[in-house]
């Protein structure tokens, strides 16, 4: 059994978990998702009408199916002022806990803030930050504060420090994903996941497979 924690697509197989991620808008409606998805509200696509977004967000994330909150989180390269994107990442973390779901962040330039935000919050529940690509001297803080990771293309890359990261990190602390990336399977970031750790795939994925029942309690 494969696991997708973070893809953007639609994919059916028996043999695959596939954790659709979707952004919640007040016009989401429970029959638009998927089998098993994680929803929030992405600092991309917030407008002065997040208000709208966020009741609706509160009300379709307690129903089964959806296995996590996000993606979420901060983001420097956006435009809507940082301050806000905190005050609707804090909505989405007290969402999380009150769920018992984990939190799928989405963090850009701002893992400072982010490490602050944790510490602050204390969760319960795991943080997944998802697509992680940054340098060693982050990953190891990271690591350190406890958050979780979400791996995908940049380990197929040869000089990405995240191959590295992949063959030392703690078992429990990571899934793997394919996110907006339609030309990738999730095949792919297994095989290299399990060079890289010099592990089988069905090695990788009997440990993946717990750590998401761990993650999600499913
Ligand atoms: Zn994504």
Same mark, same amino acid.
């Given at each position: 059994?494969?696991?997708?924690?973070?893809? #953007?697509? #639609?994919?059916? @197989?028996?043999?695959?978990?596939?954790?659709?991620?979707?952004?919640? @808008?007040? $016009?989401?409606? @429970?029959?638009?998702?998927?089998?098993?998805?994680?929803?929030?509200?992405?600092?991309?696509?917030?407008?002065?009408?997040?208000?709208?977004?966020?009741?609706? +967000?509160?009300?379709?994330? =307690?129903?089964?199916?959806?296995?996590?909150?996000?993606?979420? %989180?901060?983001?420097?390269?956006?435009? /809507?002022?940082?301050?806000?994107?905190?005050?609707?990442?804090?909505?989405?973390?007290?969402?999380?806990?009150? /769920?018992?779901?984990? /939190?799928?962040? #989405?963090?850009?330039?701002?893992?400072?803030?982010?490490?602050? /935000?944790?510490? =602050?919050?204390?969760?319960?529940?795991?943080?997944?930050?998802? %697509?992680? #690509?940054?340098?060693? @001297?982050?990953?190891? +803080?990271?690591?350190?504060? %406890?958050?979780?990771?979400?791996?995908?293309?940049?380990?197929?890359?040869?000089?990405?420090?995240?191959?590295?990261?992949?063959?030392?990190?703690?078992?429990?602390?990571? +899934? +793997?994903?394919?996110?907006?990336?339609?030309?990738?399977?999730?095949?792919?970031?297994? $095989?290299?996941?399990?060079?890289?750790?010099?592990?089988?795939?069905?090695?990788?994925?009997?440990?993946?497979? $717990?750590?998401? %029942?761990?993650?999600?309690?499913?």
């Amino acid at each position: 059994m494969l696991i997708d924690f973070h893809t #953007h697509h #639609h994919r059916s @197989s028996l043999n695959l978990i596939n954790v659709q991620v979707l952004h919640v @808008s007040a $016009e989401t409606r @429970s029959q638009a998702l998927p089998n098993i998805c994680s929803l929030g509200l992405h600092p991309w696509f917030m407008e002065s009408s997040w208000q709208d977004a966020w009741h609706n +967000l509160e009300e379709l994330s =307690q129903l089964p199916q959806v296995i996590a909150i996000g993606e979420c %989180g901060l983001d420097r390269n956006c435009k /809507l002022p940082i301050a806000l994107q905190t005050i609707i990442f804090q909505k989405q973390i007290q969402l999380a806990e009150s /769920l018992q779901k984990p /939190l799928v962040v #989405h963090c850009v330039k701002a893992f400072s803030e982010l490490i602050a /935000l944790k510490k =602050q919050a204390k969760p319960m529940m795991p943080w997944v930050i998802h %697509g992680f #690509h940054k340098k060693a @001297s982050v990953y190891q +803080l990271l690591l350190e504060h %406890g958050f979780y990771f979400s791996f995908g293309a940049a380990i197929l890359q040869d000089q990405a420090f995240v191959a590295d990261a992949i063959a030392t990190i703690p078992t429990s602390r990571f +899934l +793997l994903e394919t996110d907006d990336r339609q030309d990738l399977q999730i095949e792919q970031i297994y $095989e290299r996941a399990a060079q890289l750790r010099q592990i089988s795939v069905n090695s990788l994925e009997i440990e993946l497979l $717990e750590t998401y %029942g761990k993650l999600t309690g499913n």
